[in-house]
């Protein structure tokens, strides 16, 4: 429910969690490789990993309607009837956000914030290596939210996203929309409500992965080396280079700790105990991943990787 007319707005929408960021902190700053100058730089993490107003509700106008049920049936057609429900509540908002200050500009940032929030007792422990706490199915499911949507709310995806959009299978879209005009107008919309889509996405993702908890092999790994398991602005990744399967994710925790789920039990198996060639494997893979930037504990991990960065993007 809306409750006031005087919600402070919230300009600085974080795309990757910064409590999160916080884990590769060394004196409240952390280390990331700077784009524009292609160098090492520091930064607290509240200032990386941001754009203002990147979760902004935009106005659903009539037209739309249709075209935004495409999609979604588009994106997913076993899970259309939730993601309308999901979609219905969205416009429920909008159509009181006329009146309440602030509210477009807030409303998903919030969403994201309550995954967080729930995040917030989970996160300390693995980043001390206690997965016992994922035994506990409220906080496991809570992490699996917070991976699938992490996965799909950064920067990273929107501009791949909007870059792959006329690579969509037209023909497969919508038998009654397959002129060119109507094209038009749905890929426009895709744009224009993205802060929806993410949503979406993030929620088919996290649904995925609770569905499969029980067939998918989760592996927690423990960073036995003398360097540190690096992060990005895109930190949830795919292992379909190392293992063939796009389905199989990786996840830096913190320096010292990270999580692997596996979809098919024949895929090549990770050691919980990793060997410095086996972090070296897994921050290679979070550097060619990156969309802007790249993250660790230190300006030396930074620059291991500073090449393999400039190659790659």
């Not at 509540?89 to 006329?98: E, G, R, T, V, Y």
């Not at 939210?145 to 792959?164: E, I, M, W, Y």
Request: net charge neutral; with cysteine; aromatic share 14%.
């Amino acid at each position: 429910m809306l409750e006031s007319k005087k919600l402070v707005p919230k300009k600085n929408h974080h795309f990757v969690w910064r409590r999160y960021l916080e884990n590769s902190q060394v004196d409240n700053k952390l280390a990331y490789f700077a784009t524009k100058k292609h160098i090492a730089a520091t930064e607290t993490a509240l200032g990386v990993a941001k754009q203002d107003f990147f979760y902004k509700l935009e106005h659903i106008e009539n037209y739309e309607d249709l075209y935004i049920k495409i999609i979604l049936k588009f994106i997913s057609d076993s899970n259309y009837e939730i993601n309308l429900h999901y979609y219905n509540s969205f416009k429920a908002a909008l159509k009181q956000s006329d009146s309440v200050n602030n509210w477009k500009i807030n409303l998903l940032e919030n969403y994201h914030s309550k995954i967080e929030g729930k995040m917030l007792k989970v996160l300390p422990q693995l980043s001390n290596g206690d997965f016992n706490i994922l035994e506990n199915s409220d906080y496991f499911k809570d992490f699996m939210n917070f991976l699938g949507h992490q996965a799909t709310r950064t920067k990273d995806l929107k501009d791949s996203s909007f870059s792959k959009l006329n690579l969509w299978p037209r023909f497969s879209l919508n038998e009654n929309f397959r002129n060119e005009k109507d094209i038009d107008i749905l890929l426009s919309v895709f744009r224009k409500h993205w802060w929806f889509f993410s949503f979406v996405f993030g929620q088919n993702y996290a649904l995925n992965l609770l569905t499969n908890c029980n067939i998918d092999i989760h592996i927690p790994l423990i960073n036995s080396s003398d360097i540190s398991f690096i992060t990005s602005d895109s930190p949830v990744v795919s292992l379909k280079s190392i293992t063939g399967n796009g389905k199989d994710l990786y996840f830096p925790i913190s320096p010292k700790f990270g999580y692997v789920i596996l979809r098919d039990i024949n895929t090549k198996f990770f050691n919980e105990l990793c060997t410095t060639e086996d972090v070296k494997l897994f921050n290679s893979l979070i550097v060619q991943n990156s969309h802007q930037t790249y993250f660790a504990d230190s300006e030396s991990s930074i620059n291991e990787y500073r090449k393999l960065f400039m190659k790659t993007h």
